[in-house]
């Protein structure tokens, strides 16, 4: 075992919902061992307040979270990143900065609940399904043994787990 606490970024596009959703999430269920951070390609410069209640729902606090650029994570001073998660596909097919760290990456690809249409009930639903398919991934991802995998074998491991538990009915 160790004593390391892994930095963790995780990156959608507008970094209003999902990314935020996975930062809180890990952060609330990694107890100290992650330090999850979230950033967009082209930040809305609001997170979705129907993700911030989700996370409010869980007992997350949520004063902290802001909609930012990913610049910011590729900066000097940054963090040193030990892993970069995708959970949109846009972001997924772009072009990224350079990560500090070399760290690992993998696509945990989600279905956007921002662009969620109709009722309230039907908007909260989907953030429901999105927080309940990023739960179960990071609930994988928290249980392996990091420490003991090689890098080549924690890539494979991560970027199975953006294939499982996808939370949506059929």
């Known amino acids: 075992m160790t004593d390391k606490t892994y930095n963790v970024l995780f990156i959608c596009t507008g970094n209003s919902a999902r990314s935020i959703l996975a930062e809180g999430l890990l952060n609330h269920l990694g ?3 992650f330090k999850a951070f979230s950033a967009g390609s082209f930040p809305t410069g609001r997170v979705n307040p129907y993700a911030l209640r989700a996370l409010q729902q869980y007992g997350i606090p949520v004063e902290h979270f802001r909609s930012k650029s990913w610049d910011e994570f590729s900066q000097d ?5 030990d892993f970069v998660f995708t959970v949109c596909d846009k972001a ?4 990224c900065p350079v990560w500090p760290g ?8 989600v279905p956007d609940p921002a662009a969620a249409e109709g ?9 429901r399904d999105t927080k309940l398919t990023l739960k179960r991934r990071i609930e994988l991802f928290l249980s392996l043994p990091i ?13 199975e787990i953006g294939h499982k538990s996808s939370g949506f009915p059929p």
């Open 92 to 95: 997924a097919g772009e072009v």
């Open 31 to 33: 107890q100290g061992r």
């Open 147 to 159: 420490y003991k995998l090689d890098n080549v074998a924690l890539q494979k491991a991560v970027r």
């Open 102 to 109: 070399q760290p690992i990456t993998a696509h945990w690809g």
């Open 119 to 127: 009722t309230e009930e039907r908007k909260l639903q989907a953030i």
């Open 77 to 81: 001073g940054a963090p040193e990143l």
